[in-house]
């Protein structure tokens, strides 16, 4: 019987594994009773609740069928114990858990763990046959690095699966590193993670590896030639490294079915062995060095090859016709791969189920976009941006089954042909960065449309906004010339979920309906009136910017129902109220941008005590009229206090807004912010999770600059110019180690210039002009890089850059006496650069991928039937 239930375990692991076209992470699914699995006993339910109170669980769905213990029905042992998204706190090594020595499932799954490394303990659960701690908070196996053994797999001779995956383990993997004795592992996951280091050919030993992931890491050099020894190797994930050299010697890996090399460094040729292998079906090397022509055998016309992406290389020759030899294919991206002559899209006809195609960034036959070529009437979701396009593609008019188009940053010119809006399946179209001009027929033209998501930005529309599809869930629209009210039949759209039409030239009130929507950017309009006062309880909302308007009243306190709100930017306005020190009632409210309205009154709450904003990054309340000082604790208990990412794991604060099911298209939605710092504006940058900026300047504020300033690590750009602070510049702010902007030009500040400034490797920018200072400006690369004017306007300064000299420059400057104050944990580094990526417009869009690793963070879906 046992022999019976693992055959049928094998292979039900192996059917989802194959098809999962992700990168697998673990989730696991159990029902039971099952297969000599029962419910526990009481004395191990005593003692798995006893696990679970180490911790706390006041966040824990203790309804997820999920979570909880299983017992073997012949001994009463607890063999599966599987909790996620429950447990806060730190995993001890005198844990309850590794009483539980006759484990062998043991799944921790997204929990909150702030232990920095893995207990060793783990290694007294020897008959672990699946262990998955994926997306924890754990930082390391052995302090500080990976060198030498793991104490978490140490003795774990009989573990089958190992599941590390979206953790902070960093360093390096060493050849002699006790992973490499885990002979019985068909399963390994280390992906994103931070392991930095060459692929140890030890993975050869691992012989029977089914699944190995060790995408999103730091991995460098060549591929371990050991990799042919993988001979029962399913799925293989190696994409996002710095992997060099020729492509990777796996001509013995014949039962591959899925191989993700994308985002490396490799160069040379595609081997044409690939395109014999019976079961490959996914194959992604997109983002290489990749060149040369392809070769495809005339035996592949069997190809079981469905999924194909060689975008971003170098290949050249004849790309299409080897590429139609495989009639299977159904997603193929040959999108920026430099090649030299136009593509004709008529050489893709074979491929009769072809139903996804970016050919982006290539040079296009016009002729084989005309209606009379042909592609495969199958298609569903086509790209073509950056293709040189000066007409519209009237190839697109007989595709019955199109979901899906993009065009944008084209040279197309015109309106856009009214054929497009009977395709009856249009569910996505993107025509942004173009030059259309308007619509061909009827102004109702989308009203009873299935289109579900519409971007028309930049533009040259003109005239009153057309009426809006009554399936609509996003429209954006920004940077065109559309003017007029905002229509009141958006409030009726009760799909709509983004609106997008800042830069444009709109007029009158905001619609009452903002509640409806989860983002709203009205920036840089002509919109007048207050904002609505009409938010309702439990809204939605979680982005609002109607910055660089004609707005005035006050800011509506209804915003206190909107417990979702992130973004909240009113800036360049005309309203008039006293700081919202409320808002600190929103628990998610991470950017309040006040810029240049006429705000007044103090800043410091009334008990003088920190600000109290519990997830606040991003403050500017530049050029108001606020006033009073501000208490020594002020910036305490700051979320800009510690360095964080995304819940993705993203750079950008990103959101995505419709999950439709079997849908092409993966829609999301980025905040963006005007940032005015190192005495330049940088307009609508989109918004890092990871950083924090802070701007006071051009108030009336006074009295000291609080020391506690000194707490936000994570402090990138701080302005407090054109103020009235008084006093010596803090010494604290030598803790802010990531600091590139500094201004406190304007002041009354005394003293000299702290020499901890001088220590801040990161600052490009930094002014105290026309204050009291006096003494040496501290000499330093940061400091002496800076232009004079920095500097000027203080009778008592001297040293470079300015021309004064010190009289006796051996004497350092004098410093205040500075406390005693907790060492700083060393932050990573954000580079300011990372802030001026691009000017990204508000809504960003993916193509989602079903079977592709680009959907992240995926789940590794297997049920569990039986023991």
């Not at 890092?688 to 009295?703: C, E, H, M, V, W």
Request: hydrophobic share 40%; charged share 15%; net charge neutral.
């Amino acid at each position: 019987m046992k022999t019976v239930f693992k055959s049928l375990l094998l292979l039900h692991f192996l059917l989802l594994l194959l098809l999962c076209f992700v990168t697998p992470s673990s989730f696991f699914l159990l029902k039971v009773p099952v297969g000599g699995l029962v419910a526990c006993r009481l004395r191990q339910s005593q003692a798995f609740m006893q696990f679970k109170d180490e911790f706390d669980t006041r966040h824990c769905n203790h309804s997820d069928d999920f979570n909880g213990v299983w017992c073997d029905n012949s001994t009463g042992a607890v063999t599966v114990l599987q909790l996620r998204d429950c447990l806060s706190g730190t995993l001890k090594s005198n844990s309850s858990l590794f009483g539980f020595h006759q484990l062998r499932y043991l799944a921790l799954n997204r929990n909150n763990f702030t232990s920095a490394s893995l207990p060793s303990e783990f290694g007294n659960l020897n008959k672990l046959k699946l262990l998955s701690l994926f997306s924890n908070s754990f930082i390391d196996l052995s302090h500080n690095d990976l060198m030498g053994s793991f104490p978490l797999v140490r003795n774990l001779g009989k573990l089958a699966v190992l599941d590390l995956s979206d953790n902070h383990f960093s360093g390096t993997l060493n050849p002699n590193n006790s992973l490499f004795e885990l002979h019985s592992l068909r399963y390994l996951n280390l992906a994103f993670n931070n392991i930095s280091s060459s692929l140890p050919s030890k993975f050869g030993n691992l012989n029977k590896l089914e699944v190995l992931s060790l995408s999103f890491n730091g991995f460098s050099g060549q591929c371990f030639p050991t990799i042919s020894n993988l001979t029962r190797i399913t799925q293989l994930y190696l994409h996002n490294n710095e992997l060099t050299g020729s492509f990777p010697l796996v001509q013995n890996l014949t039962k591959l079915s899925f191989l993700g090399l994308s985002d490396n460094l490799f160069s040379g040729t595609i081997p044409s062995y690939l395109f014999t292998f019976p079961s490959l079906s996914t194959l992604d090397l997109r983002e290489n060095d990749l060149s040369g022509s392809i070769e495809v055998p005339n035996s592949s016309t069997s190809s079981k090859l469905e999924i194909m992406y060689l975008g971003f290389n170098h290949l050249e020759g004849k790309i299409l016709e080897p590429i139609s030899k495989l009639i299977n294919l159904k997603r193929l991206d040959l999108s920026f791969l430099n090649t030299s002559y136009p593509i004709d899209l008529n050489l893709l006809s074979p491929l009769k189920s072809l139903s996804y195609l970016d050919f982006s960034g290539n040079s296009l036959s016009p002729a084989s976009l005309s209606s009379s070529s042909y592609i495969p009437l199958s298609m569903e979701s086509i790209v073509l941006s950056l293709c040189g396009i000066r007409e519209f593609p009237n190839i697109l008019k007989h595709l019955q089954n199109l979901i899906h188009i993009d065009i944008t940053s084209n040279q197309i010119k015109g309106k856009i042909p009214e054929w497009l809006w009977t395709l009856p399946q249009l569910s996505f179209v993107d025509i942004s960065n173009n030059s259309f001009n308007g619509f061909q027929g009827s102004a109702e033209v989308f009203v009873n449309l299935s289109v579900r998501i519409l971007m028309l930005d930049a533009n040259n529309f003109e005239g009153a906004l057309p009426t809006l599809p009554l399936s609509i869930i996003g429209f954006s629209a920004i940077h065109n010339s559309f003017t007029g009210e905002i229509p009141l039949s958006i409030c009726n759209r009760t799909s709509l979920t983004m609106v997008d039409l800042s830069y444009n030239n709109f007029t009158g009130p905001i619609p009452q309906c903002l509640s409806n929507f989860m983002f709203v950017n009205l920036r840089k309009n002509d919109l007048e009136g207050s904002i609505p006062d009409t938010f309702y309880t439990d809204s939605s909302l979680k982005s609002l910017d109607v910055g660089y308007n004609r707005l005035t009243g006050k800011l509506p306190r209804s915003l206190l129902n909107c417990s979702s709100l992130r973004f909240l930017s009113v800036d360049n306005n005309r309203v008039k109220d006293t700081f919202p020190f409320w808002l600190k009632a929103l628990p998610n409210l991470r950017v309040l941008t006040l810029r240049s309205n006429k705000f007044y009154g103090p800043i410091s709450p009334p008990h003088q005590g920190p600000l109290g904003f519990p997830e606040l990054r991003i403050f500017e309340i530049a050029d108001n009229m606020f006033t009073g000082s501000l208490p020594p604790s002020f910036f305490v208990n700051w979320k800009a206090s510690a360095l964080t990412k995304n819940e993705d794991g993203g750079l950008y604060m990103v959101y995505e807004y419709d999950k439709a099911a079997n849908s092409p298209v993966r829609y999301t939605y980025t905040d963006t912010i005007d940032l005015q710092y190192k005495g330049l504006h940088m307009e609508q940058e989109r918004v890092l999770t990871s950083y924090a900026a802070i701007d006071f300047s051009g108030n009336r504020l006074q009295g000291q600059i609080p020391e506690s300033i000194g707490l936000l690590k994570a402090l990138i750009a701080l302005n407090l110019s054109n103020n009235a602070f008084t006093g010596h510049i803090p010494l604290s702010f030598a803790n802010l180690m990531n600091l590139e902007s500094l201004d406190m030009s304007g002041n009354q500040l005394s003293g000299t210039i702290p020499n901890g400034l001088g220590s801040l490797s990161f600052l490009v920018y930094i002014s105290v002009a026309h204050n009291k200072l006096k003494g040496e400006i501290p000499q330093g690369t940061q400091i002496t890089g800076q232009i004079k004017s920095s500097f000027e306007g203080n009778a008592g300064l001297c040293g470079l850059p300015l021309q004064e000299t010190c009289f006796d420059s051996s004497v350092p400057p004098i410093q205040p006496k500075q406390e005693d104050e907790e060492d700083e944990e060393k932050g990573e580094v954000i580079n300011w650069k990372a802030v001026a990526i691009g000017y990204a417009p508000g809504l960003l869009f993916g193509l989602a991928i079903a079977h592709l690793i680009a959907s992240y963070k995926p789940e590794w879906l297997v049920k569990i039937i039986g023991f």
